[in-house]
């Protein structure tokens, strides 16, 4: 705990010499039942255990709200999981009334809360307008019964539909998650799920492949038959920008102006402030984790006010070239003035000659100011990172 | 023990033929061997050996036989290895015997290397006793086998002896015979010593053990006796009789088989072959036949982790002590890292010695596809010794390219005559000869280009004739061949790994089949790599690797940002280890897989 309680220390003194804006991660650790291939943190929810979670994270709110600086304050907000819907609609009208007292956010703030549809009401989107949520990420996943089945999620595709409707019908700007690359999955249902979430009125897509990482059920006996993601990460970039939705990251696409900022902070590297078990957060150059365990949690909140379990710090070269792969997965790309800026002239020299010594020309845009990928050079990323990294 | 009492012999027989229990019963009925400490086939010392079920080391055996005329007679029995590539090792063996059973099986009839081996026991003037074997299996044609041996090995079957080892039948006759028709031997016992080493090992507390027949004279400890195709000159320690363990007696006189110790350090001071004589006292000229067998097939030995190469170079000079045939030197593969090239005897020799560093000394090993040795003559006359394909120089400075050839003697069932023709043309042969051992059974000799033979030619033989065809080859020399080197270029670069020597009229073929394997093998990058095939500089084959089409993985948020670096940092790591070539990397695993393919380019 004694450690715990110094790298909190560390994590809120480097919270405390921000000036400007920054963004803060809400970790909501609750499921229903953890799905196969996920490995985020995640607990199945008991009653009272999500009263008691909430009274920590208040705590950890208050630790770090004595070190915010005058001036500062929060520009994006989002609260991911889990499964925020786990929490009751009056348990989110009390926890962002708390958060709206305790830490100054800007009027234009996004705030984003992901919702699961098979727990999200309408009364959720009662308090969360209330509590002056703007946006709502929904997992949903597929439009096919038969590919949430083979995921395992709780929900049905009509589940889905009605989350949906409901979430843009209560005024939010809503995101649907898509996945593809799954098993028995075809192009034409792909599409179909594609179309129909544009129908429904969401203003912002993430779609990505389905994949099998350290830590999910599946990474000892995988699934069979899942299928090759090209054809579908070509037809989505061949087709959403013909609906106006513009590919404006690796993973999203969005009519203009509705990108998330919240997300778009995480590329910049800009400073994040995690908050709730689990929770990740990048504060002055320091990525830093939250314990793991509801247990462990609890008592680092209780004895010292935060619970920070892991940093990283992540400076120099190393740095600037974690930077350049993160900002070349957005469309913005390196802007070579502000690259230079933060990192240094040199790293941003050889990054540019390695990418026009090694990378076919078609992978990428180079122009007076800055390099950005193409679309093609958005598909074989990970080569191109590889040899930037 | 007199001369007159010594009988020294050997067996011939082929794989399967039975052999090893054969010389199993030999030992129990004279006694020499406790049934109670019999181990199945006591000769075939080595697990390999019993698990291949043929011989490799010679394990000579000493057996006191009381005879019908009631004398005591000693039986020395030397074990010849069952195997193509130990020629040369058969022929000593047969020159420390006086004579030799020759054992066939009465199913199968003469196979080829039993031929080859008991006309070399002709040759050398041994008495030949024939024996059938396996006369209690309901498939036996001993009358059959008998006109066989009579017409193509041309002996006498009046008195052959009808036995079953399995059974124990007709051993008591084997005795008999051996003690009544194999000659005494004849050395002079005071004349000055000549020995002949037919096989060494090592052992850790003993040094060097020389298996010796003494021809003339006598050996004891603490003579000074000098090898005199070696030269080396050493104090003998030690001299002793097989029972079949090792037995320290006074000394060894003319016509006596036994070993002798005497502070050797390694086997290659003591050659198979060479002759052992008494430093102080020199026989005027060594005893004939010794020539230094040199190996003929090599190949690459690499360690799976490249941090066990110490370890592999232990496990090789160990075997080396053991085995003076093989030879090895350091060698550096672009892709395999340090290592050695290894020369063999052939390629059961190479097999089996891959298999002993493996079982024997616990290395696991990675080993090139075997090749020859060329010899290559420039247009200005030099001739190059080449070992691999990147010692062949430019194509337009070859005068000529030598390869070495075997002439190969087949024994195949009349109905697999033509496939086996086939075969031999397929693999570049020349037909010298085609003759009829019997009405079902043809004798076929070619000649063949050894390249050719250690591809894949037991394989394809073997598969063609459903194991019904047996062979026999020896090594007649170098003949001049239109032969070519084919490089292989990535992305337009040539990568010497990949480079191979074959004759210009497979030439396409071959390099259309490593074109095709490295496809395969070679992932994906972010341009388009062309594969080619050339001879010189003309391209023969070309085939395309595709663009990587996608290569990523989406989401990316918080936490997963120092997995998701941590990841690129290890796919670089992994690339720094791969090899370049140009642009274009290729992973360890493509060049093991393509050295260690085994060439299936007719498939």
New interface residues.
Partial sequence: MKKNSSRSQKIGSSLGALSGSFSV?IHIPFCLRKCPYCSFFSVPSTPGESEKYLDLLKEEILFYRAFLGKGSEASTMYF?GGTPTMLTPDQWEDLLSFLGENIPISPSAEITVEANPESFTKRHADAWRKGRISRVSIGVQSFFDRDLLWLGRPHDASKACDAVRTAVREGFSVSADLMFGLGGQTLRSWASSVETALELGVEHI????L?I?EGCRWNSSPPSGRA???SF??WSQWYLPRKGFSQYE??SFSLPGRHSRH?TA??RRDP?L?LGAG????LGER?Y?NEESLEGYASSVRTCGGSVAEI?S?SGE?AAR?AA??LL?TKWGISFGDFSNRYGQAILGSIRDTLRR???DD?FYESRDGLSLTPKG??????????I? | MEQQYIRNFCIIAHIDHGKSTLADRLLESTSTIGLRDMKQQILDSLDLERERGITIKLVPVKMNYTAKDGREYVLNLIDTPGHVDFGYEVSRSLAACEGALLVVDATQGVEAQTLANAYMAVDQGLEIIPVINKIDLPSSRPDYVIREIEDVVGLDCDHVILASAKEGRGIGDILERVVEKVPAPVGDREAPLQAMIFDSVYDNYKGVICYIRVINGRIRPGQTIRFMATGGVFPVEEVGVFRPGFQPCDELAAGEVGYVVSNIKTVAEAHTGDTITDNGRPAASPLPGYRKVKPVVFCGFYPVERDEYPQLRDALEKLTLNDSSINFEPETSVALGFGFRCGFLGLLHMDVSKERLRREFGVELVATAPNVVYEVVSKDGEVIEAHRPSDFPEIGDIQEVREPVIKISLFVPTEYVGKVMKLCQDKRGTYVSMDYLAPDRVRLVYELPLAEFIIDFHDKLKSQTRGYASLDYEFIGLKAADLVRVDVLVSGEAADAFSFICHRDSAYHRGQAAVRKLKELIPS???EVPIQASIGKKVIVRQNVK?????????????D?????KL??K??EG?KRMKQIG?VSIPQEAFLAFLQVEEDEEK
């Fill in positions: 991660y991911g993430s779609l990505y492949q994949s990482d090759d993601g090209y990460y070509r690796i993973a997300n995480y590329w994040v995690g929770a990740w957060g990048f990525r984790r990283e992540v190393k974690e792969v993160l997965r090694e990378a076919p992978c958005m598909r074989v990323a990970n080569a191109l990172w590889s040899l990294i | 990058q972010l341009f663009a990587l089409r996608k290569d990523v993985l989406a989401k990316c948020y918080g936490g940002i120092s997995r998701k670096r690129l940092e796919q670089k690339k642009r």
